[in-house]
């Protein structure tokens, strides 16, 4: 009998060493093959892009000059679609139809609406006036805008006819002290469906927001990052109605792994931690093929089972994250673009 518990022992410290050894093997391939992707130059080597668009061949990458590039992997072209020196740093580009659609942040927001034809309409409304705007997202013509809080209110918009006019949702949420969004990629708001907005906040609270009612009511979840000025969640993505992902962090300590992610597979109801978290800070979380990636100061991990455990994807400085059906395209520091091959 000994010898049989030894033997099971034995046989399990076996298992664990080698599942350990296969992980190892299995990051450090992605790590080296990664190593070698040679980047697109999407732009002049002093600015760097948080907002992304992919769509098949075609990426559209907004700068931290508040320039728009576009760029035709089939063609090898980079093209300068727009730029005004009274248009800062573009921290988030959508399409809406026959249009693309980008944010200033800043003291006081706006909104660039270009056509596929080219004519272009700057749209600063009155009741943006003041506002640092975060992120917003479209689904066909309806649009969900969320900003830092105002008179202790968060900014939270919306828009039924493409981008070109918005009123602010009825619901109103009173934020904590201290408390606002994250601009680091424009990820950290989300449509779900035609009546379903949510969204992610930081600070000295971070909590998950849901409205299935285009914005009337709110319901909340506080979220367990550590408090500080620059910690908590900065973006979050759904892959489907019961799945999704949290991911941030504190960007001063972009090397820290403690609650820099969750996962939910109940709908947001409940947040879980990560058996194997990512290596750090991340700035922005994706899914494609039922894979998530996250990107930050430190690199790109991927998760193939819902956020339980992370696998190191790439090493560097990636802002934000998009993809086509065969590459997960990533922005980086100086106007450099990597398209990586999708996880099979």
């Known amino acids: 009998m000994k010898n049989l518990q030894r033997g099971i022992v034995l046989s399990l410290l076996f298992l664990g060493v080698s599942l350990s050894v296969s992980a190892q093997f299995r990051s450090k391939k992605y790590l080296r093959k990664n190593q070698k992707v040679i980047p697109l130059q999407c732009g002049n080597t002093d600015i760097y892009a948080r907002g992304l668009l992919v769509e098949g061949p075609r990426i559209f990458a907004g700068h931290s000059n508040g320039a728009l590039y576009y760029f035709n992997t089939e063609k090898e072209s980079v093209q300068l679609l727009f730029g005004l020196d009274n248009f800062t740093e573009m921290r988030d580009i959508e399409r809406s139809g026959n249009h693309i659609l980008g944010i200033q942040s800043g003291e006081t927001g706006k909104l660039v609406r270009i056509s596929n034809s080219g004519e ?135 090397e820290l792994r403690l609650n820099t992610c969750f996962y939910t597979d109940d709908g947001g109801i409940s947040w879980l931690k990560p058996d194997n978290p990512p290596r750090g800070y991340r700035a922005c979380v994706f899914e494609k093929n039922g894979v998530f990636y996250a990107c930050g100061r430190n690199g790109i991990d991927f998760s193939e089972d819902g956020g339980i455990n992370w696998t190191p994807f790439a090493d560097g400085t990636f802002f934000s994250l998009g993809a086509n059906e065969t590459h997960l395209v990533a922005t980086s520091k100086a106007g450099k673009v990597f398209l990586f091959e999708l996880i099979e």
């Open 120 to 254: 272009t309409n700057i749209i600063h409304p009155e009741i943006w006036k003041g506002i640092f705007l975060d992120g917003m997202d479209f689904l066909g013509q309806r649009g969900f805008m969320m900003g830092d809080p105002v008179d202790g209110h968060f900014s939270l918009f919306h828009t039924n006819d493409g981008g070109v006019n918005w009123e602010a949702c009825e619901g109103k949420i009173e934020a904590k002290k201290d408390e606002a969004g994250f601009a680091a990629s424009g990820t950290n708001v989300q449509i779900l469906n035609d009546s379903t907005y949510i969204f992610v906040s930081g600070g000295s609270q971070s909590r998950y927001f849901k409205s299935t009612d285009n914005g009337k009511t709110w319901t909340d979840v506080v979220l367990p990052y550590y408090p500080g000025e620059g910690s908590g969640a900065f973006s979050i993505h759904f892959a489907n109605d019961s799945v999704g992902m949290i991911v941030g962090g504190d960007y001063t300590s972009p």
